[in-house]
Nanobody, 123 residues
């Protein structure tokens, strides 16, 4: 199983980016998918997740109203749409998948983790 996040880049403050999480070896529509980010020297933090079966989403307050997670099952892809980006959103973003219906918040434990993509927001 391989997950890959892509779509990162350099964007000015206030701009938007859409990241993609693609998978090989699993069908993402059958999995919950979480998005995370990591800054060197800091702990990884979750920025949102989408549940399997019901597509319920959850976002922490830090990104609520700015980030949106969606699926395109025909593409076996989960997207993270990031709007109104701020310099504090600069990080490596990566996705993870879990064979569990999510009920509350972003779990700490995930089955598969993908390679990340760098997002840099200039001030």
């Amino acid at each position: 199983v391989q997950l890959q996040a892509s779509g990162g880049g350099l964007v000015p403050s206030g701009g938007s980016l859409r990241l993609s999480c693609t998978a090989s070896g699993i069908t993402l529509k059958d999995y919950s998918v979480g998005w995370f980010r990591r800054v060197p020297g800091k702990q990884s933090e979750g920025v949102g997740c989408i549940s399997s079966k019901n597509d319920n989403t959850y976002y922490p307050d830090l990104v609520k109203g700015r980030f949106i997670i969606s699926r395109v099952n025909s593409e076996n892809t989960v997207y993270l749409q990031m709007n109104n980006l701020k310099p504090g959103d600069t990080a490596v973003y990566y996705c993870a998948s879990k064979d569990t219906i999510l009920t509350a918040g972003i779990p700490r434990s995930w089955d598969y983790w993908g390679q990340g993509t760098q997002v840099t927001v200039s001030s």
